[in-house]
T-cell receptor
């Protein structure tokens, strides 16, 4: 079985540009999580979807961040406009059902905003 | 108080020894507990989950849970240099009205050959 797929793996962009990160869930999973990891703040949950519906977006840092799940297997995380402090590794994870089950992480997208 | 607390380490153990990684959590009603391993530059990888008090063994790994003390640990027997990584404790807890998994900041383990 394919694991969680993320693209791009690396993104370098200039401040003010729009960035879109993509994620494909593991087949059969119905919950998706977006995380951000930095040395200073560790692993932070940004938003989580269950059955395509956003359940908890309290971790989204500000209005510049938005996430969508247009179908059961795919999600995007968009940052517009990007800022240098958004530089981090962004992980997507999926699980079989909600937050009570094990989460499986994708390889991550390393974002650098200059 | 942090919701999930881990000693950041590094924890250094000689090859072949037992590594003991500890985690405490704040929510008394938490029911699901997970250990993830993260190699440098890689994503977290689930290695153990535990839901009931007591021990759960999987190969060289043993997870121990004590809900009364709000404490979960991971033992790695016969530690190998390949076990050198950061170990993240994760706990399912009620946060702002939602059930969500909260991660600790991780303990860095170094296994010395």
């Amino acid at each position: 079985d394919a694991g969680v797929i993320q693209s791009p793996r690396h993104e370098v962009t200039e401040m003010g540009q729009e960035v879109t990160l993509r994620c494909k869930l593991i087949s059969g999973h119905n919950s998706l999580f977006w995380y951000r990891q930095t040395m200073m703040r560790g692993l932070e949950l940004l938003i989580y979807f269950n059955n395509n519906v956003p359940i908890d977006d309290s971790g989204m840092p500000e209005d510049r961040f938005s996430a969508k799940m247009p179908n059961a297997s795919f999600s995007t995380l968009k940052i517009q406009p990007s800022e240098p402090r958004d530089s981090a590794v962004y992980f997507c994870a999926s699980s079989r059902d909600g937050n009570s089950y094990e989460q499986y992480f994708g390889p991550g997208t390393r974002l650098t905003v200059t | 108080q942090k919701e999930v607390e881990q000693n950041s380490g590094p924890l250094s153990v000689p090859e072949g020894a037992i590594a003991s990684l500890n985690c405490t959590y704040s929510d008394r009603v938490s029911q699901s507990f997970f250990w993830y391993r993260q190699y440098s530059g890689k994503s977290p990888e689930l290695i153990m989950s535990i839901y009931s008090n007591g021990d759960k063994e999987d190969g060289r790994f043993t997870a121990q849970l004590n809900k009364a003390s709000q404490y979960v640990s991971l033992l790695i027997r016969d530690s190998q240099p390949s076990d050198s990584a950061t170990y993240l404790c994760a706990v399912n807890m009620n946060s702002g009205g939602y059930q969500k998994v909260t991660f600790g900041t991780g303990t860095k383990l170094q296994v010395i050959p």
